[in-house]
């Protein structure tokens, strides 16, 4: 028989372990009915009467219940159920990486709530209420614009989560300052210093995320080590994006990091993507010799038309 | 100012103003430990918080990146001036309290006082220099503290220090965007960048 479909079905929230009854929609205790799940007939074990029993329900039975009219198989009766839990405690986060112009807030659920969430976040400062821009991208996360700065008064920024189940909210206070992290510096660039075995040549740049390096200006903290060892050496610059590592041991490979920090205020950044570099060396002095010596010897037996520019020619000093 | 003098008022433009950044960073180190001597001396509790206090500038700005230098210079000059007083009557009521038994926190009172005192002389030196000069001092004789319990006295000490902790922050930044535009210009954006060596 046909089954006919016309009612439109809801979605019910139900907590994981929960028992749930489900009425066939208007049918009696006693009449006859077919409940299925996602299309597949549910035996009559799950029944009590018309009703439909479900024990400690888990994530597994989420799906599209429907109750048929036994005889005239019209649908009666049709949910979603979604089994799921109320929110933890959200973690949240607040930091500005572009000072002075503003900062931002992330959060996210410590775990999982297999049902929709919304959040809400309210930013106080003092008395006033300050509009959290909501980014596009990453999801979770809004940003404020500074309308005072060195204020004493702190911030309050309260983040409520909300689902079906259950509701929960984190609230972080804090002082303008505290919460300044640049980004990390960008463009690390390490070379060897030619004719110099113990230095390497470091370049960076400001992070770009930051607005106004020349007004509030940034220092650095630089770290090194040679790959075979794991004891780092570390070096504060208070200003310039560049520094010259002078104790470098001759021929090691070196691993080269750098953080940020605002001059006055706030943390460092995290640390710089990583860069490798090996002081100069000098060519080996013996192989160069040898291959000069045979370069010699094999131009003086050659006939003339084989001898080209630079080709073991030593005057030009040519040495490959 | 004849064009002789330009260069060399530039120079000394440059060099007060990065001499006023060392000496305002190093104001807010002190600041910033004084305020730890003074909310365990107090039995005070470090996050307690503390509403405005009368008579106590507010660091807050608005719209600061759009402040013309001068008002830079005098927003600066009014508010250390307002903290010499504070700090003075703060180390009036410390020594009728805990008297000579207290060798840490009057003398880096003291010390606080005498720097932010040297900081408005320097305020009123680069004032000069805007061919403006410093504003006279409103009348000799400071207002009278405000008659307040112990414990109102101590919140208040404590607000007038984490006001002047901001402050010094806040000169810093200041003084360098001062230092960015050079002296006698009113207008932000105008005049040569003199890069500032940042020395700790």
């Known amino acids: 028989a046909q089954r006919h479909s016309q009612q439109d079905s809801h979605i019910q929230y139900e907590r994981v372990g929960a028992d749930v009854t489900m009425k066939c929609g208007s049918m009696d205790w006693d009449a006859a009915v077919t409940w299925t799940a996602n299309g597949t007939d549910i035996d009559d074990s799950h029944l009590n009467g018309s009703y439909l029993i479900l024990k400690n329900v888990d994530l597994t039975q989420s799906g599209q219940y429907s109750c048929y009219e036994g005889s005239s198989w019209h649908l009666k009766y049709q949910t979603n159920l979604r089994v799921g839990v109320p929110p933890k405690e959200p973690v949240l986060m607040c930091r500005s990486n572009n000072y002075p112009k503003g900062f931002y807030c992330s959060w996210h659920l410590p775990s999982p709530t297999y049902i929709p969430n919304s959040f809400n976040i309210s930013v106080i400062h003092g008395t006033r209420e300050m509009v959290c821009e909501k980014d596009i991208f990453p999801k979770n996360r809004c940003h404020i614009r500074y309308l005072q700065l060195f204020s004493t008064v702190k911030y309050k920024v309260t983040l409520t989560v909300t689902n079906a189940l259950g509701k929960n909210s984190t609230t972080l206070t804090f002082d303008e300052f505290a919460i300044v992290k640049p980004d990390p510096p960008e463009s690390v660039v390490a070379k060897p210093v030619p004719n110099n075995p113990r230095r390497l040549e470091v370049s960076w740049q400001n992070p770009s995320s930051w607005p106004d390096p020349e007004s509030f200006p940034l220092k650095f903290f630089l770290r090194y080590r040679p790959l075979i060892l794991d004891q780092w050496q570390h070096v504060e610059l208070s200003d310039g994006t560049s520094h010259t590592i002078t104790d470098a041991y001759a021929g090691k490979e070196y691993i080269i990091q750098v953080a940020a920090k605002d001059n006055d205020i706030g943390t460092w950044s995290d640390w710089s993507v990583a860069v490798h570099a090996t002081p100069w060396t000098e060519e080996p002095k013996h192989l160069t010799t040898e291959i000069q010596i045979i370069g010699e010897t094999l131009t003086q037996h050659k006939p003339l038309a084989l001898r080209g520019p630079g080709y073991g020619d030593p005057s030009a000093g040519g040495v490959w | ?200």
């Open chain 2, 1 to 200: 100012m004849a064009a002789a003098d330009i260069p060399s008022a530039a120079l000394r433009h440059h060099d007060l103003c990065s001499r006023g950044i060392r000496l305002a960073r190093k104001m807010r180190s002190d600041v910033t430990d004084l305020l730890d001597i003074y909310v365990e001396r107090q039995g005070l509790d470090a996050s307690i918080s503390v509403a405005a206090v009368d008579g106590v500038p507010a660091a807050a700005a608005e719209r600061w990146a759009e402040q013309s230098g001068t008002q830079r210079l005098l927003d600066n000059l009014a508010a250390y001036r307002a903290f010499r007083t504070l700090l003075a009557q703060m180390l009036e009521e410390q020594r009728e309290q805990l008297g000579d038994a207290d060798a840490e926190l009057g003398p880096a009172l003291a010390a606080v006082l005498l720097q932010v005192s040297a900081f408005a002389y320097h305020l009123e030196e680069l004032l000069e220099l805007e061919s403006r000069g410093a504003p006279a001092e409103e009348g000799s004789e400071p207002p009278a503290p405000p008659r307040l319990s112990l414990f109102e006295q101590k919140l208040r000490g404590l607000g007038v220090l984490r006001e002047l902790a901001q402050w010094a922050v806040r000169s810093v930044r200041d003084l360098r965007q001062l230092a960015k535009h050079g002296p006698g210009t009113t207008l932000e954006g105008s005049g040569t960048a003199l890069g500032l060596p940042e020395s700790q």
